[in-house]
């Protein structure tokens, strides 16, 4: 029950923008579920980057209520305080918010204009979106 509401009331306040930077590691985070910076390096494509400056991002993860820290012996662990869905549903509001005047219609039919969906996968997401209906 207190894990509910402690998720409830991080839903509520505003999720500040993250740069590509904290992305890439909060979805090596979020893979992990509860992790030290040497396991988030282990995770990470090359060029790798060096130790120090993967530590203030998650640093700066901490700060902006993205994870918490857990000290177990000399070593910080750290767990996501935002799901990945919530994060997710978050990001997608913005940016249709912010580049298709609020419209999901505006955001498919460019996507299809710009030949980024084909016919075949928009059949897919109406039958997708037909059989949640039923529910």
């Known amino acids: 029950m207190f894990v509910d509401l402690q998720r409830e009331i991080i839903k509520q306040v505003t999720m500040e923008k993250l740069t590509k ?6 979805r090596c985070i ?3 579920g509860c992790c030290c910076v040497k396991e988030i390096l282990t995770r990470m494509d090359d060029p790798k980057p060096p130790y120090t ?3 203030s991002v998650v640093k700066n993860l901490e700060r902006k209520a993205y994870v918490k820290a857990q000290q177990k ?3 910080y662990y750290y767990i996501p305080r935002v799901e990945q869905s919530d ?3 978050n990001f997608m509001s913005h940016f ?3 580049y298709f005047a609020n419209s999901y ?3 498919v039919t460019f996507f299809a204009r710009e030949q980024k969906i084909s016919a075949e996968e928009l059949k897919e997401i109406l039958q997708s979106i037909e059989e949640g209906n039923k529910d």
């Open 96 to 98: 249709v918010h912010n």
């Open 73 to 75: 012996g000399n070593t």
């Open 21 to 26: 930077q904290e992305e890439e590691v909060m």
């Open 53 to 55: 400056t993967l530590a």
């Open 87 to 89: 994060y997710k549903r």
């Open 105 to 107: 219609k505006e955001m």
């Open 30 to 32: 979020w893979e992990l």
